[in-house]
């Protein structure tokens, strides 16, 4: 690793222990460690303790992490429930999980000088010492028996003088300090004015929780998931009847819209895959280094893979996601498997979104990733107001990488959404098979068809369910008549050209910086920048 990047690592102090009571001597080692060490940020690691053994304590969990909360105090004292939350107890542990997350921060573990009077008997204390430089802090009356424990011994060797503590992060372990001189920190005042974007890690409000197991941080923005009944009554009663494509996607038309993008005529999924596997080179090229990937929908976040692999030095990936639970799922599980930190967030993409930045390392620009043609499921009205809101969510000189289906052959458009197989059309109808179900409305599934054609006044995909007969649903005691042939508007699929899309994105703050297509010209990726 280059030596500017090494000092731009986030020096992280860990301190570990049941804080039963928490009490003014980890603040102090605390405030010490910052100041002698240099740290960016000191995390209370509190231990839940072992649950089978002492049911008590296990239920004061909370009210100790509320209590360090308090008596930390301080901006860059973090408290964190992370062994909790990842249902670890031993530090050996608790260390090489928190590396896995943060590869990017220095860590260093702290603790008091009777706390290295047992060092020796911690499990797996020969790994901590590979694998952390410590710092020992005296307490009164411990210097002694500290200095003459089974640990200090053995790794006598590996200390290193006071005057020194100030590289103690940067060294390679096994390498440690003992700091006789803890009692009275010379400037806590200064250390407490001391402004710095911190830690890797926050978890004090309940939206933002970080580290949350595998993850970096999770945001819940809390979404508005919409009211289905309220949606549908409402979309029933508009003279031409529609309903947002949002409620598609319950589990079964989440399924169903899996196995459209398996299907012979669906060209757009697998063409944008080797839009973006084709010409990766290109892309990451375009990218360049230390990019942070913002993905907007990112769903069961495959499409990530296609980008980092080729990128250079990417510093993040955060991936936002509507359905909270699938979220949580699906970016643990990138988590495991991506070489960079990884977060997530639970938002709509249809609301504004701030990135909690600072708890991340940090980025030489951020990257918004959109592909799916999502972009395609909004009027050109709510797409232009999207960009502006992305363009504000990222941040100066940003980059916004997205997947556009293209303009093309109007029998190959319309197979694609008129399957032989009928999944579309069951993909479709599924919505009315929610209704019934979910609100109880009273409609005969088979007065109804599946619809969809090709609109080339607006280059768009439409799909409706149309009445073949006079029928009608009825909900909550109200009819909502439909004479034959009319229609229930379900969802708009716009295809653009890349002029069309260039003349949308120069109503924002982007512009269009290049952009890539398949031998067929059947899907675009577009790299916008807004700098
Ligand atoms: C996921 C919105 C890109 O518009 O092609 C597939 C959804 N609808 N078949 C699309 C969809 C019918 C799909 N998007």
Known sequence: ?????????????????????????????????????????????????????????????????????????????????????????????????????NPNAAFVWLMGADGLENFHRWKDWRHIAETVPIAVFNRPGHETDALASEAAKELGVFRIDPE?????????????????????????????????????????????????????FFLDLHPDLGDFRADVIEGLSLPQKTISPKYFYDEAGSKLFDQITELEEYYPTRTEKEVFLENAGEITAAIGPRAAIFEYGSGSSEKIEWLVKGLKEPAAY??????????????????????????????DFH???????????????????????????????????????ASATLGENAQFLIGIDLVKDKAVLEAAYNDARGVTAAFNMNLLKRMKSELGAKLNLDDFEHYAFYNDVEDRIEMHLRAQCATAIEIDGEAYGFVPGETLHTENSHKFTFEKLERLVNQTPWRLEKSWTDEKGWFGACLLSNS
């Open 164 to 216: 020194d503590a100030m590289s103690l992060c940067a060294t390679e372990p096994p390498v440690w300090v003992f700091l006789p001189d803890t009692e009275n920190p010379l400037s806590s005042t200064a250390i407490r004015s001391r402004k710095i974007s911190h830690s890797l890690t926050i978890d004090q409000s309940d939206d933002l929780i970080a580290p949350c197991g595998a993850l970096a």
């Open 351 to 389: 609301s504004p979104i701030e990135l909690p930045k600072s708890v991340l390392p940090p980025a030489d620009h951020w990257l918004g990733y959109f592909p799916g043609s999502t972009l395609g499921n909004m009027t050109l009205g709510a797409a232009k107001n999207f960009l502006e809101r």
């Open 1 to 101: 690793m280059p030596p500017s990047q090494k000092t731009e690592r986030r020096r992280i102090g860990l301190l570990g222990g049941s804080f039963n009571p928490p009490h003014q001597g980890h603040r102090e080692i605390s405030l010490a460690a910052l100041e002698r060490l240099g740290l960016d940020a000191v995390w209370w690691l509190v231990t839940p303790g072992n649950p089978l053994k002492d049911p008590k304590i296990y239920a004061a969990y909370e009210d100790r992490l509320r209590l360090a909360r308090v008596v930390a105090n301080h901006p860059d004292i973090v408290v964190s429930d992370f062994e909790r939350r990842r249902g670890l107890t031993y530090t050996a542990e608790t260390l090489d999980a928190l590396q896995a997350i």
């Open 318 to 347: 955060v991936a936002m996601d509507i359905s909270r639970d699938h979220l949580l799922e699906n970016a643990s599980s990138i988590a495991e498997v991506l070489p960079i930190p990884v977060a997530a967030i639970c938002a």
